[in-house]
Nanobody, 126 residues
């Protein structure tokens, strides 16, 4: 059973930066496309960024393009989300996810991912 654990969330002022990490126990992450999603109170869980198993493809939601960067270190079995120029509207619980259903296409919908972390809170104050 794959288990994903996120870390790096916290409270930051608008304009600041945070780096989220997602580490897997169990099988290696290097064979999976990975995604970061976020969910604000009362809202649906939305795609933020995704990266292919090799790191060769990355996709971003329009709302975070130019501010967030997804990367992975397969040797460390870890995926990262570097978040810069944070805005209050980025406040949410952030989840990492892995998919064994797709490889190389980096899906952007929640139902395409079958392993999820427990989430880490990111709060951006104005």
């Amino acid at each position: 059973q794959e288990q994903l654990v996120e870390s790096g969330g916290g409270l930051v002022q608008a304009g600041g930066s945070l780096r989220l990490s997602c580490t897997a126990s169990g099988r290696t992450l290097s064979i999976y496309d990975m995604g970061w999603f976020r969910q604000a109170p009362g809202k649906e869980r939305d795609f933020v960024a995704g990266i292919s198993w090799s790191g060769g493809r990355a996709y971003y939601a329009d709302s975070v393009k130019g501010r967030f960067t997804i990367s992975r270190d397969n040797a460390m079995n870890t995926v990262y989300l570097q978040m810069n120029s944070l805005k209050p509207e980025d406040t949410a619980v952030y989840y990492c996810a892995a998919t064994t259903y797709y490889r190389g296409t980096v899906p952007t919908t929640t139902n395409a991912y079958n392993y999820w972390g427990q989430g880490t809170q990111v709060t951006v104050s104005s």
